[in-house]
């Protein structure tokens, strides 16, 4: 989904030199970038010993989701033939506006494959993903606003799997992630590297600007972490700030609804400050304002209290276990199959959302776009969350 489709070479008057252009996915020139391209040369003591010309230009990722060109460079009279790069600073960075505001939907074509080589076929073992409506998925940049479950971890992999088997490369996606993930070791290198930006008004706007639609989770972590007697509850908690950032680029809201992902990683409670505070590590990592008590972490600590009282583990290594695992990711991660549905609804027109720009009117869009959310989360009357065809 790379949106940066350089012209080179091109011939300036007195040496060859290569030039840029950023192409938008609407197929129209991004107005930020010069009319005539960007130099990828631009040192002016270099430029005045260019005669020799630069030659035989690739394109590779930069691994951010730009790009980086390199070349044959003649311009020495020593080595007579060098292999230059567009340094870091003048990378072709097409996620970037020319304020350096991060713009996703750049998918790395070797995150592609991987997910459909390796993760896919696990994905669909585990939750037989379904993705429906994607027709109503309209051109140019959207909000695509979804409602967050399970812990998020299920429904993202589910929903990443699904939009490559139906539309590939063909159709850039962004998906906002909170900062604190995105720069978070695994997952952050992945998620940069299927085209996600961080959760900032600025880096939604300047992704909209480029023509790239936005995927949102507006519920967050209030949301993922409710309990499972709650899974088909649609919860934004009053946050519109997509909405905001929808209206200020007066583009269509599209609901996804997303239904049985809340069971594949069962939460009991969801618990405020306190136990952030006594499990310590969660708000070391920054969850300090709620955080989950996990099915899984009930079991676990019950199994090595069983195994305390049988006198095969000492009471207070289990009590350390258990803290552990209570307090770590293994908790949150999804371990019970369950059959995940997703179904894209019809957009709903900025126009119609948005009429004037007070504060009332933010809220009443805040609860249609939730309803329109609940409606396609709704339980299917032929069975349970899962959806039919199970």
């Keep these: 989904m790379a949106k940066c489709t350089p012209r080179l070479p091109r011939t300036a008057p007195t040496c060859d030199q290569h030039f840029a252009q950023h192409v938008l996915f609407s197929g129209e020139?991004?107005?930020?970038?010069?009319?005539d391209g960007r130099a990828l040369l631009t040192d002016p003591l270099a430029m005045e010993s260019a005669d020799g010309g630069q030659t035989s230009p690739v394109i590779i990722t930069d691994g951010a989701g730009g790009a980086i060109v390199a070349w044959q460079?003649?311009?020495s009279s020593v080595t007579e033939t060098d292999i230059s790069?567009?340094?870091?600073?003048?990378?072709?960075?097409?996620?970037?506006?020319?304020?350096?505001?991060?713009?996703?939907?750049?998918?790395?074509?070797?995150?592609?494959?991987?997910?459909r080589r390796y993760a896919a076929p696990i994905v669909r073992f585990l939750w037989r993903p379904r993705l429906t409506g994607i027709e109503n998925l309209p051109p140019g940049p959207f909000v695509l606003v979804?409602?967050?479950?399970?812990?998020?971890?299920?429904?993202?992999?589910?929903?990443?799997?699904?939009?490559?088997?139906?539309?590939?490369l063909s159709r850039p996606l962004a998906p906002m992630v909170h900062p604190l993930s995105l720069n978070a070791w695994p997952q952050g290198g992945w998620m940069k590297a299927l085209g996600a930006i961080p959760s900032t008004y600025e880096a939604g706007q300047a992704t909209l600007s480029h023509g790239v639609p936005l995927l949102v989770f507006?519920?967050?972590?209030?949301?993922a972490m409710r309990p499972v007697w709650q899974a088909n509850r649609v919860?934004?908690?009053?946050?519109?700030?997509?909405?905001?950032?929808?209206?200020?680029?007066?583009?269509?809201?599209?609901?996804?609804?997303?239904?049985?992902?809340?069971?594949?990683?069962?939460v009991i409670y969801r618990a405020g400050r306190v136990l952030p505070r006594l499990l310590v590590?969660?708000?070391?990592?920054?969850?300090?304002?709620?955080?989950?008590?996990?099915?899984?972490?009930?079991?676990?600590?019950?199994?090595?209290?069983?195994?305390?009282?049988a006198s095969l583990l000492p009471w207070w290594l289990a009590l350390a276990l258990a803290w552990l695992f209570a307090a770590s990711p293994l908790a949150s991660l999804p371990w019970i199959p369950w059959s995940i549905r997703m179904r894209v609804g019809e957009p709903i027109s900025a126009a119609e959302l948005f009429p004037d720009a007070t504060d009332v009117t933010l809220a009443r869009a805040c609860e249609r776009v939730q309803g329109a959310v609940q409606a396609l989360v709704a339980p299917s009357p032929r069975g349970r969350a899962g959806g039919p065809g199970r």
């Design 218 to 223: 507006p519920g967050g972590d209030h949301e």
């Design 281 to 309: 590590l969660p708000r070391l990592a920054g969850f300090s304002k709620r955080f989950p008590l996990a099915l899984s972490s009930v079991i676990v600590a019950s199994g090595l209290a069983a195994l305390a009282i």
């Design 29 to 35: 020139l991004d107005a930020a970038w010069p009319v």
């Design 73 to 75: 460079d003649n311009r």
């Design 85 to 115: 790069a567009s340094p870091p600073a003048e990378s072709l960075a097409a996620c970037y506006s020319s304020s350096m505001v991060p713009v996703g939907g750049t998918v790395d074509p070797r995150a592609a494959a991987y997910w």
């Design 235 to 266: 919860d934004f908690a009053g946050r519109n700030g997509f909405l905001k950032i929808a209206r200020g680029a007066g583009v269509p809201i599209v609901p996804l609804g997303i239904r049985g992902s809340h069971y594949t990683a069962p």
């Design 146 to 168: 979804a409602n967050h479950s399970g812990m998020g971890n299920a429904e993202i992999m589910s929903l990443i799997v699904c939009y490559l088997d139906q539309l590939g």
